[in-house]
């Protein structure tokens, strides 16, 4: 039997916390705090104690013991809103202090991008999301407390970021559940009877010369039914969502400086070259080549942000000096 499409693991292959960092805060009033950088997204999650998430445009979310928020930076943490408006300098969660008599502990970990997978997530997220649970609820918060302890111990950065996967498919996973009819399409038609087979079929194999009634094959229902059930659900034509799923998972691929332009394309079934060079720059705006060099500089650009000289580096370079 073919396992059900599995659509928000697919999305998340996109976005891992390898590496990421993750941080603990204690803080006593008034406290500030600023989340910036280039990672797509953000969690942070209230142990105690109350904090007030503000975005550049102003929109406001209160998060309680329990609370997770999941945003996009720049956004700043306060304890309250009377705070923001004071001329109290924003800390970065790295800087935060671990007050002794703390009114709010948070944990907060980061996610960078693994690829370009992650976009589609991204476009169904609101600039920040809070989900609401009692603090016993939150099923990864005890082992993110002790992956933070042991952080600096052999084993315990691959434990943070295990946790910190597990947190944000958590995190998401509840709080697409309760969105209920507001769920993006993808999500809700991979909980469909109907499509979610020939969603499964689409992504297990894309380079296949799909048609309507193929995929209402996978079904097992009737051309005309699948069709408007997949419409309704997904809010798009089958063979729509089959020709973006295609240039997606192709820019995935050009992402990747090792795989070659013709590879990319006879992974999403495209054998000539123009034909497939033509339907990635009406989706994407430019030619594969083109995007792939846009991704290389953008990458390049990132890795020369984010180095930072190693302690053996820093220790070669006193001793050559």
């Known amino acids: 039997m073919t396992p059900p499409y599995d659509v928000l693991s697919d999305m998340l292959a996109g976005i891992r916390s390898d590496g990421a960092s993750a941080h603990r805060a204690a803080l006593a009033p008034p406290w500030r705090l600023r989340f910036e950088g280039d990672a797509p997204l953000t969690m942070v999650t209230a142990v105690t104690g109350h904090a007030e998430l503000v975005l550049p445009d102003g929109a406001r979310h209160r998060l309680a013991p329990g609370s997770t928020a999941i945003a996009r930076v720049p956004f700043d943490l306060a304890d309250t809103a009377a705070t923001l408006d004071r001329p109290l300098p924003a ?19 980061v996610y960078r991008p693994a690829g370009v997978r992650h976009q589609r997530l991204l ?49 998401l996973g509840c709080w697409f559940d309760r969105q209920e009819a507001a769920a993006p399409g993808w999500y809700r038609g991979a909980l469909d009877p109907v499509v979610a087979p020939a969603l499964a079929a689409v992504h297990r194999a894309p380079e296949r010369a799909w048609t309507v009634e193929a995929l ?23 063979l729509r969502y089959v020709a973006e799923h295609r240039m997606e998972l192709a820019a995935d691929l050009l992402a990747d400086p090792g795989v070659p332009v013709a590879k990319a394309a006879a992974a999403v079934g495209y054998r000539d070259a123009f034909a497939f060079s033509t339907a990635f720059k009406r989706h994407r705006g430019v030619s594969p ?3 792939r060099s846009q991704r290389v500089d953008i990458e390049a650009g990132h890795s020369r942000a984010t180095s930072q000289p190693t302690p053996a580096s820093r220790a070669m370079r006193a001793k050559k000096t």
């Open 123 to 171: 476009r169904a997220l609101p600039e920040a999301l809070v989900l609401d649970e009692e603090v016993e609820d939150v099923l990864w918060l005890h082992s993110m407390r002790v992956a933070l302890a042991r952080a600096h111990a052999p084993g315990g950065r691959a434990m943070l970021d295990r946790i910190l996967d597990w947190g944000l498919v958590c995190t």
């Open 91 to 109: 800390l970065a969660i790295s800087e935060a202090p671990q007050a002794e008599a703390a009114d709010t502990v948070i944990v907060a970990g």
């Open 289 to 291: 080549r083109a995007y």
């Open 216 to 238: 209402a094959a996978e079904a097992n229902v009737s051309r005309a039914h699948f069709a408007k059930r997949f419409t309704a659900v997904m809010a798009q034509p089958p």
